[in-house]
C-alpha cells in the first residue's frame, strides 16, 4: 500500500512549489488508492508563524487535496503537529545512542561559537564523540545541557537511489554529526521526519529537490534503526524566467508566488492546479494539458516526473486560467464574479447577461470589475470614436441619422432582448442604404462609449436596458 505525505513547516504563505510538493505526493499515493498524510513540521519554533496552519488546510481543502489522516481528520499514527511529539522522538534518539549511531553532546554554546569563529566551514570537531559511558552517565545526573548528534561513518560512502534523480552518493567524509536533538529537546527536522516518516508508514518521500543531497544522511538513520529505507521522490525546482531572459529560483519578483496571492488576483483553484501539475511531469504518449484532479490521479506515474527545472510561465497560467473560467458553468462563475465585483449595479442592468458576456472574455477574474465598468456607467468619450473608414462612416451626419432612426424603433419596442432589438434594427440598414455592421457600429459606440466591447451593440442595449440605452443614445446625439 502507497502511503506519502506532505510535511510542511508552518512559516507563512503557501508557496506554489509547496502546493506542487503536495499535489504530487497526493497523486503517487491517489493513483495506487493510497493513503494520503497531512503532517506539520513545527519543531523549528523560531520560524513558526501563528495562523499559517491554517492557510495550508485551507489550500488543500480549496483544491480538493483531500488527506486521508493529519490534524483535524485524525488517524491511527496521530498526533500529525510535530510539535505534539516530542516525547517520541526523545525515545527514539536515545534508542539510536543505544545503538551506537548517535551520541550525547555537551559542548557549551561558547565553545561552538569559538569553533566556527576558527573555522566556519568545517562544523563540529566531534569532541563529545568518544566520551565514555560512565562521563556520559555523570554529565548527564549533573544535569548538563546536552544535545543529540547523530554519529556519522567516517569512512566509505553512502548511496540511494532517488526515482527521478537517479543514484546519489556521498562520501562520508563530508558528512556532519548533525544534531538531532536539541538543546531545548525539540528535534531538528532532519531527525524527527525521519521518525515520523516510519512510524506513518511512508513509502514514498515526495519533496523538493533541496533534500536531494542531505538524504544521505537520513538513509544512513534508516540503516542505524535497521528500517526499511522508503521510496524517495524529489521533484525538479521550479524557476522563474527574469527579465534578461535567465531563470533563478521562483520568486516574488517573477510574480504573485503564494497559492492565495493567485486566488485573489482572479486565478481559479483548478487552473493553478492544473497548471502546475505539468510544471515537473508530463504524461506518457500525449501532450495533452487538460486535466482534472480525478483525471490526474488515473494518469500521474512517477516516471513521467522530470529532473530538469521546470519554468513557471505566468502567460501560460493566465492561458489556462481563461479556459478553466470559458468552461465555468454559469452558476459557478457567477458565485465566482460576486466576489470579484464589489460595486453595486443599476437596478435596471440584467446581471446574469452582463456576466454571460464576460465570462467567455475574460482570463482571470480580476479583470471582470474593469470590463464591467461600462455597463454600470457610460464613460466618458469623444464623438470621433464613432468615426471609422472599415464602416465607411466618415461624417458624424450619418451617425446622427443612424441614432435619429433608431431611437423610435427603441423606444417602442416591448420586449428588449437581444433578438427582439436585432430584428427590429435589422430593416434600418436597407431604409437608410447602409450595411448592418455601420448601423450596429454607431449604436455600440452610443450605448458603451468604448470601440472594443463584450458583446455587440443589442447584447449591450439586452443588458443595460431601455432607459439607459436612450438615454445613452441622447448624450450621443448631444455630442454630435
Ligand atoms: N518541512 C519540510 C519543508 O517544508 C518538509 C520536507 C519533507 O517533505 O521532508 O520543506
Not at 532532519?190 to 521518525?195: D, E, G, L, R, S
Not at 534578461?244 to 493567485?262: P, Y
Not at 482534472?292 to 488515473?298: C, G, P, S, V
Not at 450619418?398 to 420586449?415: G, N
Request: one cysteine or more; proline letters at 4%.
Amino acid at each position: 500500500m502507497t502511503v506519502t505525505r506532505f510535511a510542511p513547516s508552518p512559516t507563512g504563505y503557501m508557496h506554489i512549489g509547496n502546493l506542487r510538493t503536495a499535489l504530487y505526493a497526493y497523486l503517487v499515493a491517489k493513483h495506487d488508492n493510497g493513503t494520503f498524510i497531512l503532517r506539520i513540521e513545527d519543531t523549528d519554533r523560531e520560524r513558526f508563524v501563528e495562523g499559517a496552519t491554517d492557510i495550508i488546510k485551507d489550500t488543500l481543502r480549496i483544491t480538493g487535496l483531500r488527506y486521508d489522516e493529519g490534524p483535524d481528520v485524525g488517524g491511527e499514527h496521530g498526533p500529525y503537529v510535530q510539535s505534539e511529539r516530542k516525547a517520541i522522538y526523545m525515545e527514539y534518539a536515545k534508542r539510536l545512542v543505544d545503538l551506537g549511531a548517535a551520541y550525547y553532546c555537551f559542548c557549551s554554546k561558547e565553545r561552538l561559537e569559538k569553533l566556527h569563529e576558527e573555522d566556519a566551514v568545517g562544523g563540529y570537531d566531534r569532541h563529545c564523540r568518544n566520551l565514555s559511558p560512565g562521563q556520559v552517565q555523570k554529565n548527564l545526573d549533573a544535569g548538563l545541557p546536552f544535545v543529540i548528534r547523530q554519529k556519522a561513518p567516517l569512512t566509505g560512502v553512502t548511496t540511494y537511489t532517488d526515482s527521478v534523480f537517479g543514484e546519489i552518493s556521498m562520501n562520508n567524509e563530508e558528512l556532519q554529526d548533525q544534531i538531532l536533538i536539541k538543546a531545548d529537546g525539540y528535534p531538528t527536522y532532519n531527525f524527527c521526519h525521519v521518525i515520523d516518516d516510519y512510524l506513518m508508514g511512508v513509502t514514498h518521500v515526495v519533496r523538493g529537490s533541496e533534500y536531494l543531497t542531505s538524504t544521505p544522511k537520513y538513509v544512513l538513520l534508516y540503516d542505524a534503526f535497521g528500517w526499511e529505507r522508503p521510496t524517495y521522490v524529489h521533484l525538479p525546482l521550479m524557476m522563474g524566467k527574469n527579465e534578461d531572459g535567465t531563470v533563478s529560483k521562483l520568486s516574488k519578483r517573477h510574480g504573485a508566488v503564494s497559492f492565495q496571492d493567485l486566488l485573489s488576483d482572479g486565478y481559479l483553484p483548478e487552473a493553478i492546479l492544473n497548471y502546475i501539475a505539468l510544471l515537473g511531469w508530463c504524461p506518457k504518449d500525449s501532450t495533452r494539458e487538460f486535466f482534472t484532479l480525478d483525471e490526474l490521479k488515473e494518469v500521474f506515474t512517477i516516471d513521467g516526473v522530470s529532473k530538469s527545472p521546470a519554468v513557471f510561465d505566468y502567460d501560460k497560467l493566465l492561458w489556462f486560467n481563461g479556459e478553466y473560467i470559458h468552461a465555468l458553468s454559469d452558476e459557478r462563475f457567477l458565485a465566482y464574479a460576486d466576489t470579484f465585483m464589489k460595486e453595486a449595479y443599476p437596478e435596471t442592468l440584467n446581471k446574469d447577461k452582463m456576466l454571460a458576456l464576460l465570462k467567455t472574455r475574460i482570463a482571470k477574474l480580476s479583470e471582470l470589475d474593469d470590463r464591467a465598468a461600462f455597463f454600470r456607467e457610460l464613460p466618458a468619450y469623444d464623438k470621433e470614436l464613432f468615426l471609422n473608414k472599415k464602416n465607411k462612416i466618415t461624417e458624424y451626419d450619418t451617425v446622427r441619422t443612424v441614432l435619429t432612426q433608431a431611437r423610435p424603433i427603441l423606444s417602442e419596442l416591448t420586449a428588449f432582448d437581444n433578438d427582439t432589438l436585432f430584428a427590429a434594427l435589422s430593416p434600418l440598414g436597407e431604409a437608410l442604404g447602409m450595411k448592418l455592421g455601420a448601423i450596429m457600429w454607431c449604436l455600440r459606440i452610443a450605448v458603451s462609449g468604448l470601440s472594443a466591447t463584450p458583446g455587440g451593440a443589442t447584447e449591450i442595449m439586452e443588458v443595460i436596458g431601455r432607459e439607459q440605452t436612450l438615454a445613452r443614445i441622447d448624450h450621443a446625439l448631444s455630442l454630435l
